[in-house]
């Protein structure tokens, strides 16, 4: 069956003219439209319900997905998006993945059939034939924060690998040679990207990371204290740990300050957390964090957005991360 790109391939035209074309849009002069017209009827194109969720007139809304809104860093990302979309005119209806794949296709389909002018989704699988679909049929798409392989469209993310890098060293430096982390689950593209930079970290410091060193969560506060339990109980305790993201590490503090016994942070355990939270300098010991650009992650991501609805052409961006070194990381008090 033809796509949207095939059409834009036969009449020499971008795909985001095939969509005005097809939309009616006034912007598409009457040459484009006969040509685009012609090859739409040569390849037999039929737009199905993705494509005639493109409207003839634009409504001044975007649609905003995004993973788990219980966890800070898609509240501040998502107000990041409303407070750019505002800005420029546009309103945002936002929806709540809850990590869960069926609910992320739930709230696509619900805001393609609302007239949404555009998408912006922070991918619960790497993998969603409805996402995908819509940006081959010429629906406006950016994806934030965590990639999703078979959907053609730009994304901006977030790189934490000189963090990662920093954060190693730094460890590595103040004595630390067992280092573990508790990631996120296989299938998010971030809870992977950050186990590989941490790794690649490891491995230029000639140290292992060995499969009994790597424990898996979910990135809710739950299973990082389920992870934490697992790794106090095991037969050798690290001396320092990487939790890779804000909410499991909440769950594995919770455990530490529960349990009797605990090791002391820093002496015992080294602990650090890929993404920063306003209250980890308010702890005692302060926690060392790798700080994401969250507020510019949703600016840029709405931006590109708009650049999509314009007809530009958008590639995609990385953003550095920072390491906010704090006293969870210090050398220990007797060396």
């Not at 936002?94 to 609302?114: F, K, M, T, W």
């Not at 890929?274 to 209250?279: A, E, S, T």
Request: aromatic residues 4%; glycine residues 6%; charged residues 25%.
């Amino acid at each position: 069956m033809a796509t949207i790109k095939d059409v834009a391939r036969a009449a020499n035209v971008s795909t985001a003219s095939v969509s005005r074309v097809l939309a009616g849009h006034p912007s598409a002069s009457d040459e484009m439209r006969e040509r685009v017209l012609a090859v739409v009827r040569d390849l037999g194109f039929h737009p199905n319900a993705v494509a005639r969720s493109m409207r003839t007139t634009g409504t001044k809304t975007v649609g905003l997905v995004v993973s788990d809104l219980l966890n800070p860093f898609f509240t501040e990302l998502a107000r990041a998006v409303e407070d750019t979309a505002r800005r420029t005119g546009y309103s945002v209806i936002v929806g709540n993945a809850d990590e869960d794949p069926a609910q992320q296709d739930h709230y696509i389909r619900i805001l393609l059939e609302r007239q949404v002018d555009g998408l912006i989704v922070v991918p619960t699988v790497e993998t969603s034939p409805l996402l995908k679909e819509a940006a081959e049929r010429g629906h406006h798409v950016v994806l934030v924060d965590r990639p999703a392989a078979d959907v053609d469209a730009p994304i901006v993310l977030a790189d934490g690998a000189a963090a990662i890098d920093e954060l190693v060293d730094h460890l590595v430096r103040t004595g630390r040679r067992d280092l573990a982390i508790v990631t996120g689950p296989d299938h998010a593209g971030t809870s992977r990207e950050r186990l590989v930079a941490f790794r690649d970290a490891l491995v230029r410091h000639g140290l292992p990371l060995g499969e009994d060193r790597i424990w898996h969560g979910n990135f809710r506060a739950d299973s990082g204290r389920e992870a934490f339990a697992d790794l106090l109980g095991s037969a050798k305790v690290p001396d320092a740990v990487l939790v890779a993201n804000g909410p499991m590490a909440l769950g594995a503090l919770q455990l530490l300050a529960e349990r009797s016994g605990s090791p002391a942070i820093p002496d015992d355990l080294a602990l650090a957390v890929f993404d920063d939270m306003p209250w980890f300098s308010l702890l005692r010991p302060t926690l060392t964090a790798i700080e994401q650009p969250t507020a510019r992650l949703g600016e840029r991501a709405m931006q590109m957005l708009l650049a999509l609805i314009g007809g530009e052409a958008v590639p995609d961006e990385r953003l550095a991360c920072r390491l906010v070194l704090r006293e969870s990381t210090n050398p220990r008090r007797s060396e």
